[in-house]
């Protein structure tokens, strides 16, 4: 029996990158799957070549209104939810010296604003011992230049996390985090930064992990369906780096 079966997992990000890797890897695994993205033609697009039982639903999570369309769109279409991954995410690089209102407010609301106010208007639609899994990231462990808005972003989320676990205990759903190091994934792209500058981005981080690479999103999705299903019924709280080992020397 599949690992996922029958399950309904809402998963936001979905259209590229981690997202769209995990909700494959979910589906494969007999899942029923709610794509959210913010780009219309982009989630057009990743159906054509998906398979199993899905819908997609446009949705900017830092929008309050898309986060109550997205719930209530997965509930009318699939019933209660099993698996909420709080995925999606932004990483614009600033110096602290050239941090604007619009820059702070851009990063807190996708990356903040958005899981906390998903989770409010999940949590009566998820099934008791349910699984919420969020992504936070080894920048809130490190410290890299330019990040620093981003790195709070992380940070809060990890600690709404640690409380999240214990509000929901009487309900044996269970909290987990996966923070990723250096991911293959498009959002290195989507920083504006020219392609020399990513290149060197791309080596820097690549002399800090242990085992020499980056990873995948396939990686990082084979952790969100372990912490998803049954093989962690007792993993509750944690934060799992996945990251090749960066932040652990």
């Known amino acids: 029996m599949s690992k996922l079966e029958n399950k309904v997992a809402v ?3 979905a259209n590229s990158g981690i997202g769209l890797a995990t909700a494959k890897l979910f589906l494969k695994e007999g899942a029923k799957v709610v794509l959210s993205g913010r780009r219309q033609e982009a989630l057009d697009e990743v159906s054509k070549n998906l398979e199993g039982d899905f819908i997609t639903v446009l949705a900017d999570v830092g929008k309050p209104e898309d986060n109550i369309n997205l719930i209530q769109t997965a509930k ?3 019933g209660n939810i099993d698996i909420l991954f709080l995925n999606a995410g932004i990483a614009p690089p600033t110096p602290t010296t050239d941090v604007t209102v619009d820059h702070y407010d851009e990063i807190f609301n996708i990356n903040v604003k958005g899981p906390i106010l998903a989770v409010k208007e999940a949590l009566p639609n998820i099934n008791d011992g349910g699984s919420i899994l969020f992504t936070t990231s080894i920048v809130s462990q490190k410290g890299f230049d330019g990040f620093g808005v981003y790195s709070a972003s992380k940070g809060a989320l990890r600690s709404y996390a640690r409380v999240l676990t214990s509000e929901v205990k009487s309900r044996g759903i269970r909290v987990n985090s996966i923070a990723p190091g250096p991911i293959e994934t498009p959002i290195y792209g989507k920083m504006g930064l020219p392609q020399d500058v990513i290149e060197g981005l791309g080596e820097e981080f690549g002399q800090q992990i242990p ?8 990686e990082i999705a084979n952790t969100a369906l372990f912490l998803a299903s049954d093989d962690a019924s007792f993993v509750n709280g944690i934060e799992i780096e996945v990251d090749g080992g960066m932040s652990q020397i």
């Open 11 to 13: 998963i936001t990000g």
């Open 76 to 78: 009318a279409k699939y």
């Open 211 to 218: 085992l020499g690479r980056f990873g995948t999103s396939e």
